[in-house]
């Protein structure tokens, strides 16, 4: 079907499910995208589409960055990088379905990604790592400014 969402079928939905619980409690690493080893919070939605067979991973897919380009920059690198690699809608932040992807802005620009699975989040959040918090933490619901649902 045309315009349909990549996880409308439960059987996406529950391999999504098992993928982001394998990586729960992954450590913090910047810039590293390691399962079990570290990751942070962009190299973990990467690779976790990626696990799903819906991004192709390669060499400089996520360029090299310091910890705090967002505090410098109004560039929507993420949202770019989003919308060039996976084919994908923007969707208001009311509207949200398991494996849609969050970004939330901290500084100048969106620097965070998550994605939103069961009413929950599952992020990679530095000291802490992977971890999943309530979609309605509001300290959290208030910096997201955008949110894409990957389309077949």
């Not at 690699?85 to 969106?110: C, F, Q, T």
Request: overall charge positive; charged content about 30%; aromatic content about 12%.
């Amino acid at each position: 079907m045309v315009n349909q969402a990549y996880f409308e079928n439960t059987e996406r939905q529950n391999q999504l499910k098992k993928i982001l619980d394998e990586w729960l409690n992954t450590p913090f690493r910047h810039h590293c995208g390691v399962k079990g080893k570290g990751c942070d919070c962009i190299h973990f939605v990467a690779r976790v589409f990626e696990e799903m067979g819906i991004l192709s991973w390669r060499k400089g897919l996520i360029d090299s960055y310091p910890r705090d380009w967002h505090l410098h920059n109004t560039r929507e690198r993420l949202s770019e990088g989003i919308e060039k690699e996976l084919k994908v809608k923007k969707i208001n932040l009311s509207e949200l379905k398991n494996g849609d992807i969050l970004l939330s802005h901290y500084g100048r620009a969106a620097s965070h990604a998550a994605i939103f699975f069961g009413d929950y989040v599952y992020q990679s959040i530095a000291p802490i790592g992977v971890c999943k918090t309530p979609a309605s933490d509001r300290a959290f619901r208030r910096q997201m400014k955008f949110a894409y649902r990957i389309m077949k």
